[in-house]
């Protein structure tokens, strides 16, 4: 079965604090991919970035950075210096390959991040 | 660049009534998806289309159903509405990548929002 855990439901932090949101999956297939989606308060979903399982490489793209670790299984997502912009809900997903699937995402519960100013 | 379309934005049914949502994919994409997402929830798949056909099916009610067309615009159906259908619908749309893994993200439109009172 595949599951994606976010044990933090809610952070709260203050301007300019890093914050760490956790992932956790799980999947006994060996071709997943991993993505990060933000949901502002306005509803809609915006893609933030994706992993396929053979990569490994942690990525930075401004104050966003993404730490992958087969070893744990994890997928933690790293916002430095936080704005009050940052203020949404966090998903993080798993998609499976396996033959004639289309893959479709599954979500973890969501963190939902408060940057207060 | 041209995003999901989504129609209605907004949909106010009473009970029992049926409701058509439509979704409009990117261009030159042929893969459909549903996600029905509850207040407080994490989205949750509903169904997909690859080329016209129904490929995977999730946590669909027997009285929802929908339908891939010729253009790859997609309708979802719902009949015999109740009041936890109350929620934002999503259409997500993604192009296969031929003789590959499914390496690649899946667009989300802005989302329907139900209400049945």
């Known amino acids: 079965a595949q599951k994606v855990t976010q044990a933090q439901t809610e952070i709260s932090v203050v301007e300019k604090e890093d914050v760490t949101l956790d992932c956790v999956y799980e999947?006994?297939?060996?071709?997943?991919?991993l993505f990060w989606y933000k949901q502002p308060p306005s509803g809609e979903l915006v893609f933030l970035i994706r992993r396929n399982s053979f990569d490994e490489q942690n990525e930075i793209s401004g104050r966003y950075s993404w730490n992958f670790q087969k070893s744990t299984s994890s997928f933690n997502f790293t916002i430095t210096a936080s704005q009050v912009v940052d203020s949404a809900v966090y998903f993080c997903a798993l998609r499976v390959y396996y033959g004639g699937s289309q893959g479709n995402l599954i979500f973890g519960k969501g963190t939902k991040l408060s940057v207060k100013p | 660049a041209a995003g999901v379309i989504q129609s209605p934005r907004h949909l106010i049914k009473e009970k029992r009534e049926t409701a058509t949502l439509k979704c409009y994919p990117i261009p030159r994409h042929d893969t459909v998806y549903w996600y029905q997402q509850g207040p407080g929830q994490d989205p949750q798949f509903l169904i997909s289309f690859y080329e016209k056909m129904q490929s995977d099916k999730g946590s669909i009610p027997d009285r929802f159903s929908a339908q891939q067309f010729s253009d790859y615009h997609s309708e979802l159906n719902m009949s015999s509405l109740e009041l936890g259908d109350s929620a934002l619908y999503f259409c997500?749309?993604?192009?296969?990548?031929?003789?590959?893994?499914?390496?690649?993200?899946?667009?989300f439109g802005p989302g329907t929002r139900l209400t049945v009172t």
């Open positions: 997500a749309s993604s192009a296969r990548t031929s003789g590959g893994p499914l390496s690649y993200e899946q667009y």
């Open positions: 999947t006994r297939d060996t071709t997943y991919y």
